[in-house]
């Protein structure tokens, strides 16, 4: 025991007072020095607050160049992470811009479909255009039975109104002539049972049959797919498979009732129509 | 041409003083520079000390180390001659670590790295808490010591590879 506290004892002391072969001072006057130099300090005595104050400008003269390139280095990686704050947000933009002219052409695409749509229902503000390729009728007397809906207009074979021409009230839709005679024509409306028209359904290529039901705000879609789910808010336009009507006429859309059912109802309400277009000829 | 040679081999071999004047002066502190890897900051400058002291105490004289502290203190701004009491702590308990050990092996300076680490620690706490009215956080403190001690047997591969080139360049 008491040789291994000998060693002990011999370790520190040569540890403290041992100098090395190129060594001017021991660890033991450095450290009393070390401590000195912390109690002066401490007791701010003026003398080394002068030496202190000399001693921190040559430090910092020293510093800033010595610490340049830790600078540096810290600059480069800012500027690196500032790069790939670029590059990410560059590709962000990039994808935005993408989705953005996606948008654009769809927006150009529907002001196109827009505009030819509506000369089609021939409510363009071109007079012209109306006048060439519609007539203008008045309702002269409406049918409302519970499932027979139609209507009569005042313009027949006269005005060369003819069996199959579509009818639009305001920019819709609201049914097909089947019968004309010469100074009147008989309109079947989209909400009689009878009426069946090749429609397709809005962001789907899928087909149906609109069908009608009595009531404008219950019509019925037929032959749809199996695994077809119908979304509300769609719109439902002509298809134009009958060979009657052209394709791409809104007539209906979906909507969640009341009681939360998906129904389909009219885009117009053809029991308030009193002025409608009926188109010539074929679409 | 011999003239540059010479002072390039003097550079060479006194690299590590210069590494260690060059950390003090630029308040080097791991990577802490770098915001993302804050937490692994860790003292290269009690590295320094503990290795050199421990395996080549020719190459890193007390004198400069005591020199490194001071202008590490004036840098920083703790009372003047604390970093340098901290690293002659540390020196002094590498020298009886040196004089202890029989036979040097990395895994064991490692763990006796702790020891020495956390007396010179010790050191530097019992100093700011004592002899100045700066606060610091124990926690980056702790997360710093850790640091240190984790990251020692990588810079004493690089360290020992770099001392080895020089004793065959001397050789």
């Not at chain 1, 052409?105 to 196109?112: D, E, G, I, V």
């Amino acid at each position: 025991m008491p040789d291994s506290r000998d060693d002990f004892i011999i370790a520190i002391r040569y540890a403290l007072l041992k100098k090395g072969a190129k060594q001017k001072f021991s660890l033991f006057f450095l450290i009393s020095l070390s401590i000195a130099v912390v109690t002066l300090d401490k007791l701010s005595v003026p003398f080394v607050q002068t030496t202190r104050a000399v001693l921190n400008d040559f430090v910092y003269k020293v510093s800033v160049v010595a610490s340049s390139p830790g600078k540096f280095a810290s600059y480069v990686n800012q500027e690196k992470k500032k790069h790939f704050n670029v590059v990410k947000k560059n590709k962000i933009l990039k994808e935005e811009i993408e989705i953005l002219n996606s948008k654009r052409y769809n927006a150009l695409f529907l002001k196109t479909e827009n505009e030819y749509l509506k000369k089609n229902l021939s409510l363009s503000d071109d007079i012209t255009y109306e006048n060439q390729f519609s007539v203008i009728a008045r309702v002269i007397l409406d049918q409302t039975s519970p499932y027979l809906k139609s209507l009569i207009i005042n313009k027949g074979k006269k005005d060369d109104i003819i069996k199959g021409m579509s009818v639009f009230s305001n920019k819709y839709l609201i049914g097909t002539i089947v019968e004309s005679n010469y100074l009147s024509a008989r309109v079947l409306l989209i909400t009689d049972l009878n009426s069946k028209i090749p429609v397709m359904i809005q962001d789907s290529d899928v087909n149906g049959i609109l069908a009608g039901s009595g009531s404008k705000t219950d019509l019925n879609l037929e032959y749809l797919p199996d695994q077809f789910i119908l979304e509300p808010n769609k719109i439902i336009y002509t298809s134009g498979k009958d060979g009657y009507l052209k394709t791409g006429l809104p007539v209906a859309e979906t909507y969640l009732s009341k009681d939360n059912l998906l129904k389909i109802r009219s885009l117009a309400d053809p029991q308030q129509a009193s002025i409608i277009h009926v188109t010539k000829g074929q679409f | 041409m011999y003239i540059l040679s010479k002072i390039k081999k003097k550079i060479f071999n006194n690299l590590s003083v210069i590494l260690f004047y060059t950390l003090s002066f630029s308040t080097f502190e791991g990577l802490k520079g770098f915001t993302d890897l804050f937490i692994f900051s860790f003292n290269l400058q009690m590295i320094i000390v503990y290795f050199y002291v421990l395996k080549f105490p020719e190459y890193l004289g007390v004198g400069h180390i005591f020199l490194g502290g001071i202008i590490n203190d004036v840098v920083i701004g703790t009372p003047l001659g604390t970093s340098s009491l901290t690293y002659l702590v540390l020196s002094f308990f590498t020298s009886y670590i040196r004089n202890a050990t029989l036979r040097s092996k990395m895994s064991i300076e490692w763990i006796t790295f702790i020891p020495a680490l956390f007396f010179s620690n010790f050191v530097y706490y019992i100093i700011i808490n004592n002899f100045s009215h700066l606060s610091f956080y124990y926690i980056e403190l702790l997360q710093n010591s850790f640091f240190t001690f984790l990251f020692f047997p990588i810079f004493y591969f690089i360290l020992n590879y770099y001392q080895s080139i020089i004793s065959k360049n001397n050789a």
